[in-house]
């Protein structure tokens, strides 16, 4: 099992809704708005690195507001 | 009641017209383009950290040029 | 109640020592080592601002090889 | 010779796909995705400086999904 | 007189032919397309701070593929 | 005149003392320690560019903690 | 197999004799001086998460003149 | 022939006295103190890359008070 802290910038104006909906993903265990340089923290967890690959891009990349995501594994 | 400073990028050409209409942004203090890595620095005073994430997320961000949004909050 | 999250950056050799002593911190929910810009991440919380402040400068900058903290609110 | 890495961001949803297209350039010796600030490193040779600027401008950053490209010059 | 340094960074794919725009740009001393985390820098005098704000917003933002740039004021 | 505004990291634990100090250099009109990737905020207001020069080198940077001074001139 | 990327910054003028020692570490296919905001650049490989945790902190950290490392995943 | 430029940081307080003595290193054509994120900008001419390794690693940063230098070459 892989653990991941997953930084995301926001699109001007999204960071609430696109919050709420990263908080639905499966694998996601919490999401919060923050300040500071990112605007959503992510604690997330996948079955492996590959898993956490196509998880991060195709999954949370694709929720509308989501402009940058930067992965963190925890070792 | 919490004080804030937003540093503020804006899309290339837009930083003037940008820094004149948050300064009228109720709650904002002070609106000055600056040179560096961001375009303009806000101070602000919110009634509380729900407040803020509203605040700066629904009005600041809404200013049409205004590109990314850091809050440093006082503390 | 305010939650924040501290991404700390820590002299050379020292991150794994450090995340064990920040997360005996009164206040620390979790504290991982981490891959990418930060050494660490924590999850915290503070009764305010004020307490904030005093809790991050006075306990977890005290923690041997902690270098840097960065403090996110969460909104 | 001259031999770089270049590191890239993708837009979001965009690093898998693109790293695929970027490692079947000419020059292009390695491309691999990952975690952290940036989405793709890439290891590429080129003739001198003025090659590399081509190289660099005109073959990679047309790859859609690349947003930007940061070039480091081995030395 | 103010002398400044102007860190630019292009859309990928238009480091060159904006580098070539900036430099025919009045006040404008010397712009080279570089390597690293900017893709243009660009030396430039100005009368005054005023001037400065007006020519680096109006002027260089304005060249096509120009997307952010960070002045630098020599002290 | 010019006006600055001076974002300043500290040493790990100087933040309140460094804050409490530099708010009493002359030409210092404000100074408030803050969350995120800089520790403490500064307005101030220098004669001229040469005198900014000097005042922020000689004058805050002598400050005990004070690590790094990044200055974002108001345009 | 784990593959990651490893970006360092070293203390001046330390480059070029922390390459060499970091080349011979065990796991380490490649170390490259750079330029740019990074000073090595390193790919290796580790049998597992855990595993590259402390090879990176106690094997490469511990290298004279290597003062920071950022670990990039491939995935 | 390769021209660089070279934006470095230095040790709180020390900017004014390296940037003169990095002015006066052979190959050095500029050396500016500025505003912003890094405190003097250097440009430079070097024979070829290996030159500009050892030209920036033995040289620039032996001067006191350079403590972190990024190396940008024109192409």
Sequence with gaps: MVTVYILINCTAGKTLSAAKKVAKI?????????????????????????????FVIEQIQAVEGVERTMTCVAV
């Design 26 to 54: 499966k694998g996601v265990k919490e999401a919060a708005a923050i300040t500071g340089p990112y605007d959503i923290i992510v604690k997330a967890e996948a079955a492996d690195l590959k898993d956490l690959g196509e």
